[in-house]
């Protein structure tokens, strides 16, 4: 069929004109359930894959093991496909294959080739995104997908697919307007990944429950950190063992800090759990650490004698892993911080760890619909305990001022969303737009 050049009587031409229009196709932002997307896969014959799968859930960690998951595989040889969300700076970023973002032109033939499909079938924004990756991945024959899952599991549109393995890095409080209000009810759903006779790895130390009860009612092949397989090293290396493989001295990638240990540690036994269909050398593992990328996690850079140390962390638990990581640091004479979150996340929880680090709060916004007013959110702030708040309108005000006042020894600590550390990366030219031509991989510069 041929693709339609209008939708909705909307002229689409452009990447940004697509994106815009998905986020009027669905009522609304987020929509859990599974009939409307498995009604389009079917529609595409995307319903049986001609690949391997591993869904990636869980409340912190996800991007980390998807990143190292990516780059192991690739350093084996496989022709990896991977799926994130949500991204820093563009949405190609969402879209992955063999390491290399989706280039504009390929995925606006993506979404006129959903168009035709999905008939009067609406599809939320992620849902959208989540058919266009699997339909680029079996255009390019990828040989394994990686896919994040983006609020949940059990009715998150990646589950979906008949996975071949699961992963569930962490299980904290967050999404709870969605997922429940206790640990309990968010591990039900995020053991919806898991799969009657595979594997079923859990990298959380104290996992709740509802999730061990349902994998053992699916009867899946569960295998937990701390019984199957564990992780120990210090700051620069660290030991994987399992149920049959071991290895020492492994490289701890750039990004993130301790809690990659566990992250790391579930990704080798994923890995080990998959060896049958997809071997991989164990001289491949520690390239691939060492190879893997990911920005906005312990992010650190430095730019004219003073430290910028970005982190998505956007709740409670992610956030009390950033300040943990920060203390551990050298002491700098002062301390900033650059601050914005979304409405449904807890600010308390999130601001508690670092009210006795920051000597100076610059709040702000972010585009995001959902962002808290900087107005507001200064005297939230206040409330809270942080003394000397400042309120900017928006991100790029916010990093002008702090780097103009800032001096030689100070640290600056970015954080509380991906709303605001992808723009406030932009506005310190951290970041580029990689070229739709060549290679992707240099997407954001070092220190």
């Not at 009604?39 to 998807?66: A, Q, Y």
């Not at 429940?180 to 006779?197: L, Q, Y």
Request: proline share 4%; net charge negative.
């Amino acid at each position: 069929m041929k693709a339609k050049p209008y939708v909705n009587d909307v002229n689409l031409n452009t990447l940004e004109d697509w994106l815009n229009w998905l986020e009027t196709l669905h009522p609304k932002e987020i929509e859990l359930g599974l009939d409307r997307i498995r009604c389009v896969l079917d529609k595409l014959s995307l319903v049986e894959l001609p690949f391997r799968t591993i869904i990636v859930g869980g409340t912190n960690g996800k991007g980390s093991c998807v990143a190292m998951l990516d780059s192991i595989y690739r350093c084996a040889g496989y022709r990896v496909g991977a799926f994130t969300s949500p991204h820093l700076w563009r949405f190609n970023e969402r879209i992955r294959f063999n390491g290399q973002e989706i280039f504009d032109e390929p995925l606006i033939e993506l979404f006129r080739c959903i168009e035709d499909a999905r008939g009067l079938t609406t599809l939320s924004y992620f849902e959208y995104s989540v058919v266009a990756a699997l339909l680029y991945f079996v255009r390019n024959k990828v040989e394994l997908a990686l896919l994040e899952v983006g609020l949940g599991g059990r009715l998150d549109a990646v589950n979906t697919i008949d996975a071949d393995a699961s992963l569930v890095v962490s299980v904290e409080l967050d999404h709870q307007d969605w997922l429940g209000k206790d640990r309990e009810s968010i591990g039900r759903e995020k053991a919806g990944i898991f799969r009657s006779g595979r594997p079923a790895v859990v990298a959380d130390r104290n996992p709740p429950e509802s999730l061990l009860i349902h994998a053992q009612q699916l009867g899946s092949s569960l295998r937990l950190i701390g019984r199957d397989f564990d992780s120990s090293g210090t700051r620069d290396t660290w030991n994987y063992k399992g149920w049959g493989l071991s290895k020492e001295n492994l490289p701890i990638p750039s990004f993130g800090g301790q809690e990659q240990l566990d992250n790391m540690a579930g990704c080798l036994a994923i890995i080990e759990s998959m060896n049958e269909c997809l071997p991989v050398e164990l001289p491949v593992i520690p390239r691939g650490l060492s190879a893997a990328q990911l920005a906005g996690r312990t992010d650190r850079h430095v730019r004219g004698d003073v430290e910028w140390i970005f982190d998505v962390a956007h709740n409670p638990a992610a956030a009390q892993v950033f300040a943990d990581e920060v203390i551990q640091l050298p002491s700098p004479r002062y301390t900033w911080a650059i601050f914005a979150t979304m409405r449904d996340k807890d600010l308390s929880g999130v601001a508690a760890p670092f009210i006795d680090v920051v000597d100076r709060w610059i709040v702000t916004s972010t585009d995001s619909e959902r962002s808290v007013n900087a107005e507001i959110l200064g005297g939230l702030m206040k409330t809270e305990g942080a003394s000397n708040v400042c309120s900017l309108a928006d991100v790029m005000a916010a990093c002008k001022l702090v780097g103009r006042l800032a001096q030689s020894g100070h640290r600056v600590l970015v954080f509380g969303s991906f709303y605001l550390v992808g723009p406030a990366m932009t506005a310190l030219a951290l970041y580029s737009i990689p070229s739709q031509t060549g290679d992707q991989s240099a997407r954001w510069t070092g220190t």
